[in-house]
């Protein structure tokens, strides 16, 4: 096992098996509530999350909401972000009433948007067609995939509660990951018994922990893996590290 950072992710090899990230269960969140929502129209049109100027994710032209007027994007994949980078929210009221926006991470994922840094920011009141834009800097050594809330609110100014009941707006919420970008391929190739091979995995943050399966054969050193970590920053612009992973079938 190496660890190179805090034990939020597990990343499992298995002999001729697959490459798997583990997340933890998100849930558990107070929703942000309203009294009338999105009955007039106040709403979050569209949502994008960005690293500089390229779009890590988006959800476009959804309308509003039903009551509760909040929605968990749960199925959404999450946006690979890039700690110490500049990212953005950006977002579009529809056409019926302008907003004002605030938006959050739950960094420490307790379970709440209350923590220091949590808060992003906070916009103007922006009319449509306008995007909104929020720009923050994510913290490096969180790791993991988190919670991220955006929540219209009309006529008041922010920032804004994350939960509290306001009369008229729209919260959305999203996942977003802040652990490690594997860039090798899914899953890995199967080994020849007795053969060997290197697999790069570059991690830009959080852990990365390495077993080996033993299928079927329970004899120490039946599996086994050797790695080596390199130089951070090699070959690459932001902060990752490079793992390199030799795997030895026997
Ligand atoms: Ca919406
Ligand atoms: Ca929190």
């Known amino acids: 096992m190496l660890k190179l950072n805090a034990a939020l992710f597990a990343l499992v090899l298995a002999c001729g098996g697959s490459l798997m990230a583990q997340t933890p269960p998100m849930g558990g969140y107070q929703d942000a509530a309203y009294s009338t929502g999105t009955a007039y129209g106040d709403q979050i049109e569209s949502f994008v999350l960005k690293v500089g100027t390229t779009t890590l994710m988006s959800n476009l032209n959804t309308g509003g909401a039903a009551y509760p007027y909040n929605t968990f994007y749960s199925a959404i994949t999450p946006g690979n972000m890039v700690p110490g980078s500049s990212h953005s929210v950006e977002v579009q009221p529809g056409s019926a009433y302008s907003q004002y926006f605030t938006a959050w991470i739950d960094y420490n994922n307790d379970g709440d948007f209350l923590d220091a840094g949590e808060q992003l920011g ?30 219209a609110v009309w006529n008041t100014a922010g920032p804004h509660d994350p939960v509290v009941s306001y009369s008229y707006g729209e919260a959305e919420d999203y996942l977003v990951n802040l652990g490690f970008a594997i860039s090798t391929s899914s899953p890995l190739p199967t080994a020849a018994q007795g053969s060997a091979y290197n697999q790069n995995i570059q991690a830009t943050n959080g852990t990365l922990q390495l077993g080996a399966a033993r299928d079927g054969n329970a004899a120490p050193g039946h599996h086994g893996f050797t790695v080596r970590q390199q130089p951070a920053s090699v070959g690459h612009a932001h902060d990752g590290r490079h793992v390199q992973l030799q795997r030895h079938c026997q």
């Open 122 to 151: 906070t916009t103007a009141n922006i009319t449509h067609p306008t995007y909104g834009v929020i720009t923050f800097v994510p913290p490096s050594g969180v790791g993991g995939v988190r919670r991220l809330r955006v929540r």
